[in-house]
């Protein structure tokens, strides 16, 4: 594990700092692009402090059915708005 992971201030810190920087492009992401803000790191336990982010909504969990993504909390469209004018 990455001294990253280890410490879970810093994991979030990562996490939310890349997503901003990426937000003027994209908002929702696959849950591989954060592959990229830990590249050291197997993918379980990626997923633990991506999920653990979601419990502390920091992100939220989008899913469309088929397709699952995350954003941060309050930002884009949010699946509960999708289709109201």
Known sequence: MSELLDNKEAATKA???W???K???K???Y???FYKVFPDDKP???KKVITKMVQDEVLEYWSSGSTTMYG???GGIQH???GEE
């Open 19 to 21: 997503m901003t920087k």
């Open 44 to 46: 379980r336990l990626i």
């Open 15 to 17: 996490v939310v700092d």
């Open 72 to 74: 941060l909390k309050g």
């Open 23 to 25: 937000s003027k492009t």
């Open 80 to 82: 509960s708005s999708e």
């Open 31 to 33: 849950f591989k692009d």
């Open 27 to 29: 908002t929702k992401f």
